[in-house]
Structures are given as C-alpha cells and as structure tokens.
C-alpha cells in the first residue's frame, strides 16, 4: 500500500502564490512519474503539471511560466510551486504518483486539497 499526503492548499488572492507538498510513504520499490493535477466543479480532471524520476517536466499549457514542480528522490515527494495565481486556476488539486514493481506499473492517489483563487 502507498499512501500520498497532500499540503499546501488554501485560499489566496489573485496574483498571490502558493506551494503544494505532497508525501508518499507504504512499500514503495520504484517511483516513477509524479505529479499533480485538478479537477474544477463540473469539469473534467486535468493534469496540471508532473515529473520523472530523471527530473523531465510536463506542464499544461495554462500554467506554464507560472507553476514549477519539483521532487525529491530520496524522500518521495514532490512539490508545486504555484505563482501568478489565477480565478481560473481554482480547483480541488491532487497528487499522483506511480510505483513500478518489476513490470508492473501502479497509479496512486493523494486525497485532494482545495485550491480558492479570489479575484
């Protein structure tokens, strides 16, 4: 079992930044792709950004030159820096992680945390 333990939410005006953490622990033998993405009231979820083991990013093209992600290996977590926020960008974020055991490739989930950008 892998647990993902998400932080960072909250509400924040726009223009104002905010940084989500998220922390994997459980039996994890090999982590691949992390990342996160965020799902708005009626609309579909949407990766926002993620990362790979070797630090190759991804990024939606919405957030781009705004978000950063970023991980740390050792310690199987991974951040979002959010800047520049947005009333577009408010959303219910979750983290992803995927675990690789042998062949076999496993998608997680963290709980979600909510995200208010004002305007």
């Known amino acids: 079992q892998v647990q993902l333990v998400e932080s960072g939410g909250g509400l924040v005006q726009a223009g104002g930044s905010l940084r989500l953490s998220c922390a994997a622990s459980?039996?994890?033998?090999?982590?691949?792709?992390m990342g996160w993405y965020r799902q708005a009231p009626g609309k579909q979820r949407e990766l926002v950004a993620s990362?790979?083991?070797?630090?190759?990013?991804n990024y939606v093209d919405s957030v781009k030159g705004r978000f950063t992600i970023s991980r740390d290996n050792a310690k199987n977590t991974v951040s979002l820096q959010m800047n520049s926020l947005k009333p577009e960008d408010t959303a219910v974020y979750y983290c992803?992680?995927?675990?690789?055991?042998?062949?076999?490739?496993?998608?997680?989930w963290g709980q979600g945390t909510q995200v208010t950008v004002s305007s």
């Open positions: 992803y992680a995927q675990t690789k055991v042998v062949l076999t490739l496993s998608d997680h």
């Open positions: 990362i790979t083991s070797g630090g190759w990013t």
């Open positions: 459980g039996r994890i033998f090999s982590m691949n792709v």
